[in-house]
């Protein structure tokens, strides 16, 4: 039982480069989400699928784009990078009703120079 | 989602029981109170949540306050490997988009 997989764990792009990180869940969750952590600051969130077929934007959402392609895998894309996009990324999952919490990714390392 | 408050710093003995306050007084009658952690880059950890009764699982308990305008997060004996930020969030019984703040930066001393 993994959990949530993310990969890469660690990603340098060149400004305009584009990347897309991946994320996999096996515990038959319903919710997935993206976040973002700059050095010393609590997480902000990217997006979110509350299910299989929908996405959402969530506080910064800016620069990103998602797919939430089956109800194992969210992924995360951005198209040109810019050095303000340098930060480590988290995806998550949680069941439907979030009793039992989130479930947090071990992260993607993103430096974009 | 309402928000909360909670100092940005703690310190604590080991062995000794840490207690984490946070304030959330625009807490609504369907809002949870969820508390996580982050030790290093990890990624959060789920500790507990709660509504209106006190809770107790095998990492911590949760006191909300009658009015639940305030928790606190109690470790019962702290061990250096809870040195961590401890996230306070308040949000919708759906458990979803938790909103993440500062968090309170918890240091176990020996």
Redesign the interface.
């Known amino acids: 039982n993994a959990g949530v997989t993310q990969t890469p764990k660690f990603q340098v792009l060149k400004t305009g480069q584009s990347m897309t990180l991946q994320c996999a869940q096996d515990m038959n969750h319903n919710s997935m989400y993206w976040y973002r952590q700059d050095p010393g600051m609590g997480l902000r969130l990217i997006y979110y699928s509350a299910s299989e077929g929908t996405t959402d934007k969530g506080e910064v959402p800016n620069g990103y784009n998602v797919s939430r392609l089956n109800k194992r895998e969210f992924s995360l894309r951005l198209e040109s990078a810019a050095p303000s996009q340098t930060s480590v990324y988290f995806c998550a999952s949680s069941s439907r009703r979030g009793n039992y919490g989130y479930t947090f990714g071990s992260g993607t390392r993103l430096t974009v120079v | 989602d309402a928000k909360t408050t909670q100092p940005p710093s703690m310190d604590c003995a080991e062995g000794r029981a840490a207690n984490l306050p946070c304030n959330h007084s625009t807490i609504s009658g369907n809002e949870y109170v969820?508390w996580?952690r982050q030790i290093h880059?990890?990624?959060?950890?789920?500790?507990i949540?709660g509504l209106k009764n006190n809770e107790t699982n095998e990492m911590a308990s949760l006191i909300i306050t009658e009015d639940r305008k305030s928790s606190t997060l109690i470790l019962p004996h702290a061990t250096l490997r809870d040195t961590a930020v401890y996230?306070c969030i308040v949000?919708n019984?759906?458990?979803?988009?938790?909103?993440?703040?500062?968090?309170t930066r918890l240091m176990v001393k020996p």
């Open positions: 969820y996580y880059s990890q990624g959060p950890q789920y500790i949540h996230y949000s019984n759906a458990g979803n988009m938790l909103t993440f703040g500062g968090g």
